[in-house]
T-cell receptor
Framework: AQRVTQPEKLLSVFKGAPVELKCNYS??????LFWYVQYSRQRLQLLLR??SRESIKGFTADLNKGETSFHLKKPFAQEEDSAMYYC??????????FGKGTKLSVIP | NAGVTQTPKFQVLKTGQSMTLQCAQD?????MSWYRQDPGMGLRLIHY???????DQGEVPNGYNVSRSTTEDFPLRLLSAAPSQTSVYFC????????????FGPGTRLTVT
């Protein structure tokens, strides 16, 4: 069975500091990995997908199959980045498996 | 486009009562799903549907029922509410070609006393 682990429930960083939100997964096949974000009083929305290798709002994430990780990174945190971040795994059968989430708090 | 809509936004039920959470989407998405969000647990899949007339169970289906008679609507029924079903419920939809790129509704906050 697939599993997604986000080891940090809460991550606090100062504005301008680098951010790394950790995500590890367990799946025997070829995974599709995503980061979803939920800002205060807003809907959960897709932030990044590993297949597009894009940078959104300054965030990037690289799939490391050897370490089964998909960490989310940003070089300089902004106050508007404060939100709940979920790593998610698509592993066939149309089902997304979410991690438990990490709350990012950017301190001014 | 309204996207994914959910009603009601808030609901309080007594133990044993039944109710239906409504979900609709106007994007002609084939795939729809229901999640519950609990503190410290993330989002867990309750039921999902890959098209009208087709539904399947997710990770936590017990106590919930779904049907999909149209592409647009995917209601979630609580058969006999229990305090353990106190949660925030999210509906999501996506295209079959990109099933994991899901669009979420605003959520329904349900309290069972």
């Amino acid at each position: 069975a697939q599993r997604v682990t986000q080891p940090e429930k809460l991550l606090s960083v100062f504005k301008g500091a680098p951010v790394e939100l950790k995500c590890n997964y367990s799946y025997s096949g070829s995974p599709e990995l995503f980061w979803y974000v939920q800002y205060s009083r807003q809907r959960l929305q897709l932030l990044l997908r590993h297949i597009s290798r894009e940078s959104i709002k300054g965030f990037t994430a690289d799939l490391n199959k050897g370490e089964t990780s998909f960490h989310l990174k940003k070089p300089f945190a902004q106050e508007e980045d404060s939100a709940m971040y979920y790593c998610a795994l698509g592993a066939g059968s149309y089902q997304l498996t979410f991690g438990k989430g990490t709350k990012l708090s950017v301190i001014p | 486009n309204a996207g994914v809509t959910q009603t009601p936004k808030f609901q309080v039920l007594k133990t044993g009562q039944s109710m239906t959470l409504q979900c609709a989407q106007d994007m002609n998405h084939e795939y729809m799903s229901w999640y519950r969000q609990d503190p410290g647990m993330g989002l867990r899949l309750i039921h999902y549907s890959v098209g009208a007339g087709i539904t399947d169970q997710g990770e936590v289906p017990n106590g919930y029922n779904v049907s999909r008679s149209t592409t647009e609507d995917f209601p979630l029924r609580l058969l006999s509410a229990a305090p353990s079903q106190t949660s925030v419920y999210f509906c999501a939809s996506s295209y079959q070609m990109a099933p994991y790129e899901q669009y979420f509704g605003p959520g329904t906050r349900l309290t069972v006393t």
